[in-house]
């Protein structure tokens, strides 16, 4: 149940172009919206330059991973009037935060369910490593042959967690309940953790499996590159379920050509903007580089499918309905994300720390 303080403030029939619109997405943003009085409407196509025009007499656009949210974007929203983007997710390097600053308010959904996203890169590792993808198919086809299935432990095995945050956190205990040793790099360590953290370097030559879940930044761009990789042990697994750009597609594909990298599993990936989410079963892939490592038999894709369980879908919209409550009350919302512009006389958050 949302509890809505102050409900005589807010404006009420606000509308909000929702982009990126999938069939799971409306069920749960209907009913919250419909009961906060918010018009959701729904537009399958992604926000860019060329369908920005469709925001045009809403209060704010509803946005999600792929969706561009870039200077031009926010100086036509500003032009148009609309004053808020309304992530339905945590990550935002798709949005110049910098540039929306005193234009459009910004908010996001900081956790959902980070069991969803961890348990899927746990899915994902144990896929991989027992052959779980093969098998199906093969049985499916009454082949119950074993050859080619040999997989291996996960216990007694090093993991490398990049990123030790909510996500990264949970992964690490779900990888401490099979017994493996679990090392970690994060710019801003856990102090309470237990958690043994190393630098990047450390952990590159010490894991069997390597699992990111930092944010995608100018610093983590690539933190899987062909410097990288050469660091890594031979055989090494790397799950990739936080942002496509950390790793560098084409130097995964060579490490996997080279049997440097002993499979990879991908949630997310670098070009996936045009791609993921879209049905393109009986088209010609475009992207040699995606159709390459699908083609290879130790690489596992799933589409940008991590958070995809009825209680993140469900906490996502609550989420998202109550930031938009937020803002119309008082302009303000614990879930903004804003640059520091180090005016602290006049910032209503007074915020000591980062913005974000
Ligand atoms: P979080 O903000 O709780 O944790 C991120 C961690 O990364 C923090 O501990 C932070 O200190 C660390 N970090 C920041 N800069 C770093 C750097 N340069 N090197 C190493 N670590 C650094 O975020 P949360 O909720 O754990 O999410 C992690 C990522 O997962 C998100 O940024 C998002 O990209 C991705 N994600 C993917 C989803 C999917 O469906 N595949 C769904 C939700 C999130």
Redesign the pocket.
């Known amino acids: 149940m949302l509890v809505y303080a102050g409900f005589g403030l807010i404006r009420e029939n606000m509308r909000f172009a929702f982009f990126d619109a999938k069939q799971y997405d409306r069920p749960s943003f209907e009913t919250y919206g419909k009961e906060a009085g918010i018009d959701f409407r729904f537009y399958e196509t992604r926000l860019t330059p060329d369908t920005v025009e469709l925001a045009r007499g809403s209060d704010g656009v509803c946005v999600f991973v792929n969706d561009t949210v870039n200077a031009e974007v926010i100086d036509r929203l500003y032009e148009m009037g609309v004053g808020t983007v309304a992530l339905r ?3 935002y390097n798709n949005v110049d935060v910098r540039h929306a600053f005193g234009k459009v308010h910004v908010v996001h959904v900081p ?1 959902y369910s ?1 069991y969803a ?1 961890a348990e899927h890169a746990m899915a994902m590792l144990l896929t991989s490593v027992r052959r779980i993808h093969k098998a199906y198919n093969r049985t499916k086809d009454f082949n119950f042959s074993l050859t080619g299935l040999t997989g291996f432990d996960l216990h007694g095995k090093t993991v490398g967690v ?7 956190r949970i992964f690490v205990d779900i990888c401490r309940g099979f017994g493996m040793q679990v090392i970690a ?4 360590p856990a102090a309470d953790s237990k958690i043994e953290y190393v630098s990047l370097d450390e952990l590159f030559a010490r894991s069997d499996v390597i699992s990111l ?5 100018e ?2 761009y690539h933190t899987v590159c062909a410097e990288t990789v050469a660091k890594m042990k031979k055989g090494v697994v790397i799950v990739n ?3 496509g750009a950390l790793i560098d597609a084409d130097a995964l594909l060579e490490g996997i050509k080279a049997r440097k990298i002993g499979a990879a599993c991908l ?2 990936y670098e070009e996936e903007a045009d791609i993921f989410f879209e049905d393109y079963s009986g088209h010609i892939m475009a992207d040699d580089t995606l159709a390459r490592l699908i083609s290879m038999p130790n690489v596992l894709v799933t589409s ?1 499918q ?2 995809l369980t009825e209680e993140a879908l469900n906490n996502i919209s609550q989420t998202t309905v109550q930031n938009i409550l937020d803002l119309s009350r008082d302009g303000m919302c614990p879930n903004e994300l804003c640059y520091r512009c180090g005016k602290t006389d006049v910032c209503r958050k007074e915020r000591v720390g980062k913005c974000f």
């Open positions: 997710c945590a990550g956790a980070p996203v990049i990123g030790t945050g909510k996500i990264g790099y994060d710019k801003f879940h930092c944010p995608l930044t610093e983590t379920t936080s942002r949630d997310v940008h991590a958070f």
